[in-house]
């Protein structure tokens, strides 16, 4: 975390999205602060420490999935959870449409060859309609977190 808060303080990206969105607001509030208080690297620390901030690094994205205030994750929507679980359900996760998702400069190759991989199987001879529709899902989900990477799209 105190990585991230670094590299946006030097005013370089730390990721896309809205769950990007949240964390870089969290750290400029924690810099104006720490500003006001005359504060050093330390105070950040501390104020950085008490934000109790969590985040869930992940090789689609990285996920700031709130137990707090869990509403708004898209993988717990109409999802049946296991006994006894709590936390969001990675494998259900939905980079490309839930509000805690950031995706990372890490991860934008690997959506950009899901949707490049989308688009050939597309050109595919003779799909059946129920694949295609399925591969054109798949498209428009990697388009849309794309669209998150470039800035087209909120
Ligand atoms: S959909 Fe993904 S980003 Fe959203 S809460 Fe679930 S695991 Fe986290």
Redesign the pocket.
């Known amino acids: 975390m105190k990585d991230l808060y670094d590299v946006h303080g030097r005013g370089e990206t730390i990721g896309f999205g809205p769950?990007a969105d949240r964390l870089k607001a969290v750290f400029d509030q924690i810099t104006a602060t720490a500003r006001a208080r005359h504060g050093d690297a330390r105070v950040e620390a501390d104020l950085l420490s008490k934000a109790r901030i969590t985040i869930?690094f992940?090789t689609?994205?990285?996920?700031?999935?709130d137990e707090r205030n869990?509403a708004?994750?898209?993988?717990?929507e109409n999802a049946i959870v296991p006994d006894g679980h709590t936390?969001?359900?990675?494998d259900?996760?939905?980079?490309d449409?839930?509000?805690?998702?950031?995706i990372g400069i890490e991860h934008a190759q690997i959506h950009e060859a899901h949707h490049r991989t989308q688009l050939a199987l597309l050109q595919t001879p003779g799909l059946p309609a129920c694949r295609k529709a399925l591969i054109t899902r798949e498209a428009e989900r990697a388009e849309a977190v794309l669209n998150k990477i470039r800035g087209t799209q909120a």
């Open positions: 769950g869930r992940g689609l994205n990285n996920c700031l999935f869990p708004g994750a898209v993988c717990l936390g969001p359900l990675e259900r996760c939905r980079p449409r839930c509000p805690n998702s950031m």
